[in-house]
C-alpha cells in the first residue's frame, strides 16, 4: 500500500516505473505491488525513526514497523483499536508459523 503523490513518485522512481502517471499498477499488477511493497519496508522510515525491516532485525519490534508505516495516524493513541488489531493479526500469523512474535508489539 502507498499513499501520497511523493511515495508513488519515490516507489517509481527506485523500480523504474511511472506510478506518479499511472498509480493503479500498485493495484492491477501483483508484481508492481509486491516491489512497492518490499521497497517501502526496506527503504522508507516514514514517521518512524528507521525502516521497518530495520526494525525487525534490530529487535525494535513490531510496533516500531506500525510506526514507521502508520504511526503518524495509529500511533500515540491516534487509533490504539487499529493498532490492537494490527498486532492481533500479527500473533495470529506468527503463531500459525511458529515463530515468537517477539517483544515490543505495540507502538
Known amino acids: 500500500q502507498l499513499s501520497w503523490n511523493f511515495n508513488y513518485k519515490a516507489a517509481g522512481d527506485a523500480l523504474g516505473i511511472d506510478l506518479l502517471g ?3 499498477q500498485v493495484e492491477q499488477n501483483s508484481a508492481v505491488a509486491w516491489k512497492t511493497g518490499l521497497w517501502y519496508w526496506n527503504t522508507q522510515t516514514g514517521p518512524g525513526t528507521m525502516t521497518p ?3 525487525m532485525v534490530n529487535q525494535r519490534g513490531f510496533g516500531e ?4 508505516i502508520n504511526g503518524s495516524i495509529e500511533c500515540n493513541g491516534g487509533n490504539p483499536a487499529q493498532v490492537q488489531s494490527r498486532i492481533d493479526k500479527y500473533t495470529q ?11 515490543n508489539l505495540s507502538c
Not at 514497523?65 to 514507521?68: L, V
Not at 500469523?93 to 517483544?103: D, K, M, Q, R
Open 53 to 55: 525491516h530495520d526494525a
Open 65 to 68: 514497523t506500525i510506526r514507521s
Open 22 to 24: 499511472n498509480p493503479y
Open 93 to 103: 500469523i506468527t503463531g500459525i508459523l511458529g515463530v515468537p512474535a517477539g517483544s
